[in-house]
């Protein structure tokens, strides 16, 4: 039995709406997920004309094509005025994902899909959640485990808001926010939705955001959050499988499909014991290494 393939979300990057240039730019960008912003990039006073813009962005491009981007939009609040006018549009132009932010619990996600299901959203249309407040974290386990109607796609770690929130100062390598990255990465994991990491500010220091992509991908985050086009190469080489990661995964896939190997639990390979389970998780990073070769370029 294989597993079905994880989504690939090794780089998803911001778009902020309120920013015709970045919006243009966006769709010729090769990446897995373009999360369009209509919260905090854009200001009080830009939220209807980014909207709007954003509407017809996506209304004159279509669908997502077989290998481009995801389009996921990220929505206001739905308490504020904004937030339901986002989700109506974000629904219209049939999005791939609705990215909810500050969920403080199960609720605000099941209140979602609720309007969602109200305005003939399909039910392939997704959910996903920041959890970027205290309290979110508290709640990871539970907002990971809401019981909806449509995929929960992807968890995604808010570190800026939860910085402000919690008073953490931190410094290289971010030891402050483990505590809090901690509790999602659990949650996510135990209900199977994917975590994507935080965004990192310093967009002109690829070497630093290099660094935490890596780290990022050890601690299992399936990818990252990216503010800017230029982190797009680094995040999806450090998620993306490696070489070695590649002929490794071949070599126990080959190894136990020998005829001797058929039906046995657990073998000898290269003087180290791999068994079943090794087995499944070659078989997924090669399905991973397929979904990477047919990733397209811009593609409109
Ligand atoms: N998405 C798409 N295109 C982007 C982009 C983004 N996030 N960030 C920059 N670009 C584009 C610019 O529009 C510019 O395009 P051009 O060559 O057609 O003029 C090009 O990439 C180079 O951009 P650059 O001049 O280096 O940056 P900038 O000063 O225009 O923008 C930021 C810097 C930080 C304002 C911008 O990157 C940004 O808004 N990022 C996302 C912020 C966001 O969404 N925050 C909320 C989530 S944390
Ligand atoms: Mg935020």
Redesign the pocket.
Known sequence: MTRAPAALLRSA????AA?A??????AS?AVDALIF?L???AAEGEKGEARERLRGHLASRGRQTAGGPLRVVRINPLDTPAGTEDLLMACAVRADAILLPKVEGPEALEQADIALQHCDAPPTLALWAMVETPMGVLKAGAIAGAALSRPLGALVVGP?DLVSAAGLLLSPGRPELMPWIGPILVAGHAHRVPVLDG?YND?ADLDGFSAECSAGRRLGFCGK??????QIGPADAAFGPTPDEIAAAEAIVAAFAEPAHRGRGVIRLDGRMVERLHLLQAEALLARVAAIRTRKGPTR
């Open positions: 990057l911001f778009v902020p920013h240039r970045a919006l243009e730019k966006s960008l912003d919260e905090d990039s800026n965004v967009f959050t990216l503010i800017h086009p230029s």
